[in-house]
Antibody, heavy 120, light 107 residues
Framework: QVQLVESGGGVVQPGRSLRLSCAAS????????MHWVRQAPGKGLEWVAV????????YYADSVKGRFTISRDNSRNTLHLQMNSLRPEDTAIYYC?????????????WGQGTLVIVSS | DIQMTQSPSSLSASVGDRVTITCQAS??????LTWYRHKPGKAPEVLID???NFETGVPSRFSGSGSGTNFTFTISSLQPEDTATYYC?????????FGGGTKVEIK
């Protein structure tokens, strides 16, 4: 059974950094692209970033490009999101999600999310 | 970027009603479209991928259709547990993009 468990959320001041993690289990982690998706309060879902299975490709939404870095540790089945220069508009629940196939596809599994609040 | 226009943004219907949600892509995405259901406080769950392909375990009252730029999601007989927000999402090209969501409530 696929499990994705996010951690690392919290309250942080604007301009500071935070690192999210997602522990994956129940599937062969190295076979799939992995994503981060977020939902700001009262808003819809927004795709944030993707990393390919062997870490050779990354892609970011324009809203986070240059500030966020997605990475993965295939030896530990863990996905990360390093968030720098945080802004109030980055306040959201952050979900990690598994690609149903390959680099990017429909997400067939999601974590429960971790809340990030950017506020002074 | 591919824009996904979803409508309506919300609807209220009675148990047993047929409910239809539409999603329009700003360019041809073939059938690279999925539908998710998102209940408050829960993880989103995939219902349909490749525009019309059921995911395992999804009730048969959910269905999807369309290709190119116009897509439809239907709940044939609305049930109380269907109260949620539904999203379409294209995966034809990066960046992946979602529709704005449709909040479905029971009248």
């Amino acid at each position: 059974q696929v499990q994705l468990v996010e951690s690392g959320g919290g309250v942080v001041q604007p301009g500071r950094s935070l690192r999210l993690s997602c522990a994956a289990s129940g599937f062969t982690f190295t076979n799939y692209g992995m994503h981060w998706v977020r939902q700001a309060p009262g808003k819809g879902l927004e795709w944030v970033a993707v990393i390919s299975n062997e870490e050779s490709n990354e892609y970011y939404a324009d809203s986070v490009k240059g500030r966020f870095t997605i990475s993965r540790d295939n030896s530990r089945n863990t996905l990360h999101l390093q968030m720098n220069s945080l802004r109030p508009e980055d306040t959201a629940i952050y979900y990690c999600a598994k690609s149903g196939s390959g680099y990017y596809y429909a997400f067939d599994s999601w974590g429960q999310g971790t809340l990030v609040i950017v506020s002074s | 970027d591919i824009q996904m226009t979803q409508s309506p943004s919300s609807l209220s219907a009675s148990v047993g009603d047929r409910v239809t949600i539409t999603c329009q892509a700003s360019q041809d995405i073939s059938n690279y479209l999925t539908w998710y259901r998102h209940k408050p406080g829960k993880a989103p769950e995939v219902l349909i991928d490749d525009a019309s392909n059921f995911e395992t375990g999804v009730p048969s009252r959910f269905s999807g259709s369309g290709s190119g730029t116009n897509f439809t999601f239907t709940i044939s007989s609305l049930q109380p547990e269907d109260t949620a927000t539904y999203y379409c999402q294209q995966y034809d090209n990066l960046p992946l993009t979602f529709g704005g969501g449709t909040k479905v409530e029971i009248k």
